[in-house]
């Protein structure tokens, strides 16, 4: 069993024989039942993608810098591929995240701007491809521009975007194969 706190503004959890416990808390919204796991399940890796927002790399022990402790991400980095030429495509984390999660620009998903548009219903998301193709997917959030109401949490059979005194600080994920 292995424990990873959920820390930043965007925890994405993809899972073909993976269960996941929350520890901690239960409110989450539920989109539909878990999708059939594939006859090729075995062949499909898990997947998590860990996106911290506003962290300088320099900081992290991860890339080699130093000012933050933070072993929970150090020992899913281990056996990760970690990404370590990234660029935002927009200065500002709702549209990022919009373009991180539909491959396209600002103008093509819709979000432009924090906390006052949402993306367009026509682009799909990397999470309702990866549901379309058997994957369970669940997303943590701490960030209030990318919370659901905003168009992210399609896709997502969990997402959990609790802010504030409930925030993902003190929750936890408890995986087991």
């Known amino acids: 069993s292995r424990r990873v706190l959920a820390a930043g ?12 416990t929350w520890i ?4 989450s919204i539920e989109h539909g039942p878990v999708p059939p796991v594939p006859a090729n399940a075995a062949q ?28 929970q991400l150090d020992r899913l980095a281990q056996d990760s591929v970690v990404f370590d030429q990234m660029v935002a495509v927009a200065p ?36 309702q491809d990866l549901r379309a193709h058997g994957y369970d997917t669940a997303a943590f959030v701490a960030s209030f521009p ?23 600080a003190d929750r936890m994920v408890d995986f087991q194969p």
């Open 92 to 127: 500002i984390t709702g549209p990022s995240h919009a373009s991180l999660l539909t491959g396209v620009m600002p103008p093509t998903h819709g979000l432009r701007s924090n906390g006052d548009t949402r993306m367009t219903t026509t682009i799909p998301t990397l999470a």
């Open 9 to 20: 503004a965007l925890l994405i959890l993809a899972g073909l024989g993976l269960s996941a």
């Open 44 to 71: 499909l890796p898990n997947l998590v993608l860990v996106n911290w927002d506003t962290v300088r790399a320099d900081m992290l022990p991860l890339y080699g810098g130093r000012g933050l402790e933070t072993p």
């Open 24 to 27: 901690g808390g239960t409110r």
């Open 146 to 168: 990318v919370r659901g109401q905003f168009g992210f949490d399609r896709g997502f059979r969990v997402y959990d975007d609790r802010l504030g005194a409930e925030g993902v």
